[in-house]
């Protein structure tokens, strides 16, 4: 069977996905899918198991650095506002996967609930920042998560409670599933000190970081204790480049992509921070992005 037929409303071939990442780089999707509901999504990872074809989960492209060749198998994206809703029932907020996650806390913290304030100033969706236990200053939102809805490669449904759930250091126990949802367990705050505290975080956050309409990605996950940007000042790395791609002069644990910029411009600068990081303090960064 042709692996779209029946999915042709909702399936694209080759799509670029350039255009979907911060960075701006990477090849095309063999098949690109934006399912209207969950209904269609099961169906299609009931194909995708059928026909062997690997499937991997796009939510706003701020944390992956996808290659220049093409994508082989099938490139999914939760956009349909069926996977997007956001639901305040007194402290907890039920969020879709495809949710941003900017918007649930703006709407969370203008409600006057306490706990995502500390996220400000992160992109992406709530089922990247589940998957990637995404955090600030020590705060996290797995903390928050009192059950995440997700869909198995058989797609079921299944919802994980509290006792299952695994959040540590930008890492969870959700990276064979599609995350479909979750609750968040807020705390009752007020909300005009919650925006204040909200707004300062988000001052300092963007003085911390290179400017967000240029084509960026973080690189390396923080070693215990200490900054991966101040380890590779430190290592003598803060001019460096390859190719098109350079170290942002604002921090220097982004990677800022000009024109033309190739993933492979990436990843070979990558493996110089990392080599002269190793060789100059003994410590070996690992990848804070995911690669495709
Ligand atoms: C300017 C800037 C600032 C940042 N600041 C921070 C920060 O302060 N703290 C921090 O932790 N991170 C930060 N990041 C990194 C990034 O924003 C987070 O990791 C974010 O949570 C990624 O979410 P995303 O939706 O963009 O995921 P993507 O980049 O699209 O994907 C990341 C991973 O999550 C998986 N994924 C996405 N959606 C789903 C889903 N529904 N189900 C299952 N898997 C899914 C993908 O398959 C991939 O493995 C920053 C990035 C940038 C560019």
Redesign the pocket.
Known sequence: MDFCQGFEHFVRTQEPLASYA?LRIGGAAEYFAEPNNVTELAALLKRCREQDKPV?????????LIRDEAISGVVVR?SHPSFTNIEVNGAVVQCG??AR?ANVVSTTVGLGLAGLESLV?????I???L??N???NGEDIGRWATSVDVMTTEGEVRKCGAGELRFSY?ESN?DE???LGAALKLENGDAAELTRRMQKQWIV?RAA?PL?EQN???LFRNPADVSAASLIEQAGLRDASVGAVRLSDRNANFVVAAAGAKATDVLQLMELVRSRVHEVFGIELKNGV?IW
Not at 57 to 64: D, E, P, T, V
């Open positions: 911060w991997r989960l796009l939510g706003g492209g701020s944390n992956l939760l996967g495809g996650l100033g992160i992109p992406g969706t089922g990247g920042a998957r990637g995404a955090g600030n930008r959700l599933f599609v995350i956050k970081e967000p960026i990605s973080i995911t």
